[in-house]
């Protein structure tokens, strides 16, 4: 693939049906960027980043210092803003980059139009322009809750994996843009395209985790349930499971020195040996439709905490080490307690998120140690929490940005404004003092920085 030079997307350039553009020299996106910034660049920590779904350890709590104790009526300083595109893809940043998926759309519409491909982009984080990226053909699924892409990247070094809609993976060189090499799952391995059992069937949107010189994700299908692939050149090294599976994100655990990857499948928790795949344990947790979706809440306590909505609800399980072996135990279940989708957090031996489903949601807190709801309080919609320097940021469904404590006693909000006009699905990243987070329409960089 030889990159191209050009205006990404919003330019002049014709189309092609998959292509790599790399844009050089100081480009602005005139008449689309709008840079409103305090000292005109995003201030970031030394060193900080944030490579992976959820962020360093992969559960949305990050060590940052400094955040503001409150905002302005209108919201904290935005740095810039620019349009993007639909799709719930987070955001990746590192060196002074951020890297994320969109399609071009409509982002209002439940129709559309979409077009019917899809973009892994770079963009400077300090400006939002952007570095390059990366389009490929992507046939539109069910888009009745929007578009695709649903996953989000992974950067592993100078590399970058992410995977599209119809299970499109693809690794590339993090600099440039270059394809290193990419596998269609349902081609190449007979994946099948789609969940099994949901009625709505919205196309792929596991996000990847790394573990040594591996990928792994889900795939699907006879004994390929998870799949890990060499980084490098994308060989196979596991395959493993017959178990359904869903969208939520795998993750990598330390049980009493023994690495291992728990996976929320489609009816099941899991937990696989991450050298060979071999499955060690397993639990049910069926919503009835594969409809999983957060990444599993751990702790040094070994308490793992998972949570859907409609047929199943919330548990808690106690996993300890026996020899070779892995004892599973169930603290609690709640099938009352629905974190739908979106994320919560676990902070110390407190679970906080957005209980609900299609109806009202309740900003809520339970003792994951009994399952006992501590409280909950009305205000937000479905939300996405993300917890720094004791305060924990808010980004709900209906575009409100807010920022709060959350303790066993109750939430005390701190400040609260409108930032988006869209559905706001995607889960927000911070870096240093930076927020860069994103709906259906646009991407934005704030300061939460302390004056």
């Not at 490579?51 to 409150?70: H, K, M």
């Not at 119809?166 to 394809?179: M, P, R, S, V």
């Not at 060989?235 to 599976?245: E, K, M, Q, T, Y």
């Not at 927000?428 to 646009?442: F, I, M, S, W």
Request: charge should be negative; charged fraction near 20%; proline fraction near 6%.
């Amino acid at each position: 693939m030889v990159p191209r030079t050009g205006f990404a997307r919003f330019g002049v350039e014709g189309t092609s049906m998959v292509r790599t553009r790399l844009l050089v020299g100081p480009l602005l996106l005139a008449g689309f960027m709008v840079v409103l910034s305090v000292g005109g660049v995003a201030q970031e920590r030394s060193g900080a980043d944030w490579r992976q779904w959820g962020g360093p350890d992969r559960n949305f709590i990050v060590d940052a210092r400094g955040l503001a104790e409150s905002w302005r009526e209108d919201g904290p300083p935005v740095l810039w803003s620019r349009p993007l595109g639909t799709g719930h893809s987070s955001i990746l940043a590192s060196d002074g980059k951020l890297f994320t998926l969109y399609r071009v759309g409509n982002g209002r519409g439940r129709q559309g139009p979409w077009e019917a491909e899809e973009a892994v982009i770079a963009l400077d984080a300090s400006t939002g322009e952007t570095i390059w990226e990366y389009t490929y053909p992507s046939r539109l699924e069910d888009t009745s809750f929007g578009s695709g892409p649903h996953s989000t990247p992974l950067l592993v070094g100078d590399r970058l994996f992410a995977t599209g809609t119809n299970k499109q993976l693809h690794a590339f060189a993090a600099d440039t843009g270059e394809l290193l090499w990419s596998h269609d799952l349902v081609a190449d391995f007979g994946a099948p395209p789609l969940l099994v059992r949901p009625r709505i069937k919205a196309g792929y949107g596991c996000s990847p985790v790394a573990y040594r010189d591996t990928i792994i994700c889900s795939v699907g299908g006879p004994g390929q349930s998870v799949m890990a692939f060499r980084q490098s050149d994308g060989a196979v090294v596991w395959r493993s499971g017959d178990f359904l599976i869903s969208e939520a994100p795998p993750l990598v655990i330390d049980l009493d020195g023994q690495d291992q990857l728990v996976i929320l499948a489609g009816g099941t928790l899991n937990g696989l040996d991450l050298v060979t795949g071999r499955l060690l344990w397993t639990h049910p947790h069926d919503p009835g439709n594969d409809f999983n979706f957060m990444v599993p809440l751990w702790g040094d306590d070994h308490i793992i905490f998972v949570s859907s909505g409609y047929k199943t609800g919330s548990r808690a399980l106690q996993l300890t080490r026996v020899g070779d072996t892995t004892r599973v135990e169930e603290l609690w279940y709640d099938p009352q307690l629905q974190f739908m989708f979106l994320n919560p957090i676990r902070v110390g031996n407190y679970v906080y998120g957005t209980d609900g489903t299609f109806g009202p949601a309740f900003m809520t807190g339970v003792d994951i140690r009994t399952g006992e709801t501590v409280w909950q309080e009305r205000g937000f919609a479905r939300s996405t929490l993300l917890h720094a320097d004791g305060k924990t940021i808010i980004v709900d469904e209906d575009g409100d940005l807010a920022l709060a404590r959350l303790t066993p006693d109750g939430m005390t909000l701190l400040a609260r404004a409108p930032l988006f006009e869209t559905v706001a699905w995607s889960a927000p990243t911070l870096v240093g003092t930076t927020l860069y987070v994103r709906d259906r329409e646009k991407i934005v960089a704030l300061d939460l920085g302390a004056e």
